[in-house]
């Protein structure tokens, strides 16, 4: 699937792509549901049908990935809830294979996300995979999320790599579109970002159901 000699450094996105989604379709589908509807004295039903649109509006936009956004407009505390259900923070199979393995190359692997870093330091603390990046990058640090190309440049600027020889690997089509824009080389999409859910379109990208498909001649 891939040519790993031409590869010199590898950008992974971390939700539904190194761990499992469902933690985060569970956390805003169902638990923060929960929360909000045990707060306004309301239904289950009903609260999903009020927070429903408001989380599609934010969709692709910087303030989606953002805790303290949410813990003010819905009046919760996001951060505590998600160290609630930390426990559904899971990595998706062979992804540890995966990064012992690219470790041991000299290729360059930075975690890039538009997570919030307070997600991101509860999840590596969960995980433990923080040692297996040379850096972990959010988007949040550049005020733009990676659905906007001029991301991937400040990227670039700051964490200087060349287009031609990297990877990027990552679940979500908007923010592939987003780096092919930019002229990123390689990019491989994720077919099974949610293990409790069925395969998902992948467009026109190459994709994996997981990371054994990339192993060969790393
Ligand atoms: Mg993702």
Redesign the pocket.
Known sequence: MIDWKQINTVLL?????LLD?NFDNHFWKEFVPLKYAEKHGISIVAAKQQLEPQFKSMEGKLEWYCLDYWSDVLALDIAGLKAEIAGLIAVLPHVTEFLEKIRQSPKRVLLVTNAHRDSVDLKMEKTCLQPFFDEIISSHDFGLPKEQPDFWERLQQQHAFEKQSTLLI???LAVLNSARQFGMAYLISVSR?DSKQPKKETGDYPAIEDFRELMSGL
């Open positions: 996105d971390m939700d539904g792509t989604l990552d679940d979500s970002p």
